[in-house]
């Protein structure tokens, strides 16, 4: 507290101030207010610029948000955000900065720093120096004093993780992205700033808190490359990345409580590297001695290659052959983790026959989506029975000659067997529910669980006590079948889910159905008859379209006509359409073949995709 005498004086001291400038002249008061102008601007400016003396012209952006804030600078390239060539640029983030850390870490179970860097001399100046064009490092707290100031010669210790490397000759920016270790206490982890040296002119664009992608991508105007809490090395030809570090990064198993990364495999666009119907052009990629090929086909753009199908996600990668095909490969998160396995895993139908049922979700069953189709499904049961449970009523409700429309009973139901493999559209299925839930009969929990999964992935929503259908259709195979026969299913069932989808490849179908050879169609509606365990509605016009089409479509091209031949020496085949099995015998199939070679075409030039293979990702 002040004393009563220094209040006196105080007062007394401004007292006279004012007393002596109403003495001064007009001309001494307005040089007065002019010289205590320009002293308390001077003194503001100074204040000011003590103030910002550490904000960095660099902002931290966060994803998912609009806001921005401005680094805290440790020197002065860190301040201009500019490097000459030698330069470091040292970074320090305030504990607001830290908490974006934990709040991208809480969302999404990953977190790094992606910076920007332009590079602002025209020509490369390293040419064949095998020194690095940039370092881009993390600090941390042993890097700095007791007094808050940065330590030297800190960089390059031997001990460091550096993500550093050769600019590339075709672009002028570079975004680098570095991931934090997963940790239960994120907080722990997170570093203190980050530092960036170069040996040229460069820029420090921005700087963004992400959730954390590896791997390279140079599909876009901006190459991207992103790396692990292990550091890497950026080469102007990326045709190797090291995954090994994602198991530090990412969760290595799957469970309802977390699920293993994707792999997205970015396809060149350039048509040179592009297949055609006279050229096959297929990448080839090994991951930790898996050899994996994928197909470049004009109309796909990526593939995606779930940890899960993999033998060693986190290895080693290599572009083996036509690397030109592939633009890109990143292994990012895939969030499904919840408490129920209701949304899919992406993926190309390649790699959905030898995905391992341990990295499932679930003891019962998996669910994958198409990676090039939204709201196709594919279900993978343990057996015929699980299978069963989800689809066997509704197989007799769509589809059994009998049966349709009709909703048996589960005593009705025992005793019976739907298919080995199934295939619905969303419009049959919204029926299924819409009717048990006007007759209220009770479905078991699978059925239910089918319902939320539908609604929960868009091919339904709800309309009141019923539900609505918004397109798309499921598939379902089993693993009690040989894989032989998974194989061939997998591909029936497919083509079934792009007849549900594509009004156009429906016309076309229609129009090969009524002008193909009519004793082979008649040939085929026998054997549809003539089978017992089919049960087809051979009445059902758009059914009888849609598995003409499989049926001649899950094989290969060139094993069409085989395939009926054989169909046409079964003896029950024999015995009920004896005079058209002479028939497909003695033309040895020529009227499937022919109709196979049409629709083959079509869809190579719509799909990419051919007779027998619906994917695009071969082993």
């Known amino acids: ?41 001077n003194i503001s400016i100074i204040c000011i610029m ?13 994803y998912g948000s609009a806001e921005t804030s401005h680094l805290f600078a440790l020197d002065a390239p860190a301040r201009k955000g500019f490097l000459k060539a030698g330069d470091y640029a040292d970074f320090k983030f305030t504990s607001e900065q830290k908490a974006l850390f934990s709040q991208i870490y809480s969302e999404y179970d990953t977190v790094a720093l992606t910076v920007r860097l332009s590079f602002e001399d025209s020509e490369l100046q390293h040419n064949n120096s095998t020194d690095s064009d940039f370092y881009f490092g ?23 993780i550096l993500v550093q490397g050769k600019r590339l000759a075709d672009a002028d920016k570079i975004d680098l992205s570095f991931a934090i270790q997963k ?20 820029s ?62 970015k396809l060149s666009g350039n048509p040179e590297y592009k297949a055609s119907k006279e050229r096959a052009v297929r990448g080839e990629i090994n991951l930790g001695g898996e ?23 986190f290895s080693r990668l290599d572009v083996v052959s036509n690397a030109e095909c592939i633009s890109a490969v990143l292994m990012r998160s895939t969030y499904l983790a919840s408490p129920q396995v209701l949304l899919p895993v992406k993926t190309d139908p390649g790699l959905i026959i030898k995905y391992k049922s341990s990295a499932w979700r679930t003891l019962d069953y998996e669910i994958f989506e198409w990676d090039r189709f939204s709201k196709i499904l594919f279900f993978d049961t343990r057996n015929y029975a699980v299978q069963d449970r989800f689809f066997r009523r509704m197989a007799y409700f769509v589809e059994k000659q009998g049966y349709k429309g009709r909703l048996l009973t589960n005593e009705e139901l025992e005793g019976k067997h739907g298919y080995n493999a199934h295939d619905y559209s969303a419009d049959s299925m919204a029926k299924f529910f819409n009717k ?30 019923h539900v609505k259908s918004l397109g798309g259709g499921i598939v379902s195979i089993s693993q009690e079948s040989a894989e032989w026969l998974r194989t061939t299913l997998l591909a ?21 159905y009524y002008t193909m050879d009519p004793d082979s169609l008649q040939f085929l509606i026998d054997y549809f008859k003539s089978q017992p365990s089919l049960g087809y509605d051979v009445n059902d016009e758009y059914l009888m379209h849609n598995e003409f089409m499989a049926y001649i479509m899950q094989q290969r091209l060139s094993d069409v006509g085989n395939y009926f031949v054989h169909l046409a020496e079964r003896g029950s085949v024999m015995r009920a359409t004896p005079v058209l099995s002479a028939y497909i015998r003695e033309t040895k199939g020529r009227g499937f073949e022919d109709a196979a070679a049409a629709m083959n075409d079509y869809v190579y030039d719509i799909y990419g995709i051919v007779c027998g293979n619906i994917a695009l990702v071969s082993r």
């Open 183 to 202: 940790n239960e206490n994120i907080e722990k982890v997170i570093p203190e700033g980050f530092f960036i040296s170069t040996a040229s002119k460069c």
């Open 436 to 465: 048990a839930s006007d007759m209220g009969l009770q479905l078991n929990y699978e059925e239910e669980l089918l319902k939320m999964i539908l609604l929960r992935n868009g091919l339904f929503e709800e309309d009141g006590e």
């Open 291 to 313: 050899k994996l090929f994928v197909n470049n086909v004009s109309v796909a753009d990526e593939v995606h290659l779930p940890g899960g199908a993999l033998k060693t996600p």
């Open 492 to 512: 029936h069932e497919g083509w079934h889910t792009i007849f549900f989808r594509d009004e156009e490849f429906r016309n076309f179908v229609s129009a090969v």
């Open 50 to 62: 003590f103030a910002v003396r550490n904000r960095s012209r660099v902002l931290l952006e966060c």
């Open 1 to 41: 507290m002040f004393s009563g005498d220094f209040i006196k004086n105080v007062r007394h001291f401004f007292r006279g101030i004012i007393i002596g400038i109403k003495r001064m002249s007009k001309a001494k008061k307005r040089f007065f207010i002019i010289v205590s102008l320009f002293i308390v601007v």
């Open 204 to 265: 420090i664009v921005a700087a963004c808190v992400v959730p954390a992608v590896l791997g390279f991508d140079l599909s876009g105007e901006v190459p991207f490359f992103g790396f692990s809490c292990t550091g890497g090395v950026v080469r102007p030809e990326m045709r190797t990345f090291d995954f090994s570090g994602g198991s530090m990064i990412f969760p290595v198993s799957n469970t309802v409580k977390s699920t293993m990364p994707e792999l997205v495999v």
């Open 138 to 160: 993390f600090l941390t707290a042993e890097d700095f004093s007791d007094k808050g100031k940065i330590k030297q010669n800190i960089y390059y210790d031997g001990r460091r």
